[in-house]
């Protein structure tokens, strides 16, 4: 399985990794949107909540207090982790391919020698082929998150089914026999799509921690998030679509070798939850 807002601030607490996988992005869509105001989480992070009107953004609807986002993994299948634990993060980026920011973070993960998940979304995917096959020759993982980045919350199973389906096909179209071993639901409401995407091969795919760079706050803070909010075996939410993410990939440059020297491995997620 994309406003103004308070600045947000994480702990380094797992409760406060928890909520912040939670509650995700709130971002600009084509079309019509809402007005996102603030929502304090526990641990002191603030997410966009979505209201009834307003402008082109869009929050998560993780974020509601009993819907059931990537931090809410019991019974469901979805994993958050990383293969093998311990002082490891998977990174994993959501809604590209961009063709700004995209090309930008591969060179900084070649340069850093990582590898990550890129959570495709299929209009993006349909633009930029190209991108999918770079993202595809770095070595990188791919990942379903769907075809136009639509709740699927009270989606039917055959409705899902086809849009994975037809998601697949554009990634297959752009790189021919690809693997697409995860789904990444939108918004982290995941509806009846981990089971749908079991069927289809694909094990859903949660995080621990989101950093909020949805609506950039500054490469300092993210690079602060990042530190304050990881925990061992965590699966770690980012963007290079939806908007301009050159935070984001400045904050990666950072980040990556300043938790290698702590000793801290960069892996892919897990297989099985």
């Not at 990444?184 to 289809?200: F, K």
Request: with cysteine; hydrophobic share 35%.
């Amino acid at each position: 399985m994309t406003t103004a807002r308070s600045t947000a601030h994480t702990t380094a607490s797992a409760t406060a990794t928890t909520s912040a996988s939670g509650g995700r992005r709130s971002r600009l869509r084509r079309g019509a949107g809402r007005r996102v105001t603030p929502l304090l989480l526990a641990g002191g992070l603030s997410l966009g909540a979505p209201a009834a009107t307003g402008t082109a953004a869009q929050a998560d609807q993780s974020a509601r207090s009993g819907t059931p986002g990537a931090s809410d993994t019991s019974g469901t299948g979805i994993v958050d982790s990383t293969r093998h634990g311990g002082r490891t993060l998977a990174l994993t980026f959501d809604d590209g391919p961009n063709p700004t920011d995209t090309p930008q973070l591969l060179k900084v993960l070649r340069k850093h020698h990582v590898k990550a998940v890129f959570c495709l979304w299929g209009d993006h995917v349909k633009e930029h082929p190209e991108l999918v096959r770079a993202i595809v020759a770095g070595g990188h993982t791919l990942c379903n998150h769907t075809m136009r980045h639509e709740d699927l919350a009270t989606w039917t199973p055959e409705r899902i089914r086809a849009d994975l389906a037809a998601t697949n096909a554009g990634i297959h179209r752009a790189a021919p026999g690809v693997r697409i071993p995860y789904f990444r639901a939108p918004y982290g409401s995941w509806g009846q799509s981990p089971e749908v995407a079991n069927v289809l091969g694909m094990q859903p795919l949660g995080w621990r921690l989101a950093i909020g760079d949805w609506e950039p706050p500054g490469t300092d803070e993210l690079v602060r998030r990042i530190k304050e909010g990881i925990t061992p075996g965590a699966v770690l939410l980012m963007h290079d679509g939806g908007g301009d993410r050159s935070q984001t990939v400045a904050a990666v440059d950072r980040i990556v070798p300043e938790l290698r020297s702590q000793g801290w491995r960069f892996e892919r997620p897990a297989r099985r939850a």
